[in-house]
């Protein structure tokens, strides 16, 4: 299954992410995509893409990090 998964810089964040996985119908083998942007880079956007193997389950959550911590974290939310 083709995946892309985008992050974008608001507010004050230095760094944030979002990363998918995509799991096998019974959740033993896993696939993941994530897009990442650090403070090094200048870019307020960031996109990546991906075909994953596995496609009976998807999720993804969020993050932002703040001096090399992660200090927010979405829950898991569940795609199919």
């Known amino acids: 299954m083709y995946v892309q998964v985008c992050a974008e810089k608001t507010g004050s964040a230095t760094a944030i992410g979002v ?22 880079n200048p870019a307020k956007q960031g996109c990546s893409q991906t075909t994953l193997l596995f496609s009976s389950h998807l999720k993804v959550y969020s993050f932002v990090a703040s001096g090399g911590t992660i200090t927010k974290k979405s829950s898991m939310k569940s795609i199919f």
Not at 19 to 40: K, R
Request: aromatic share 10%; no cysteine.
């Open 19 to 40: 990363e998918a996985i995509a799991y096998n119908s019974d959740y033993s083998a896993q696939g993941e995509i994530a897009s990442v942007l650090l403070p090094e």
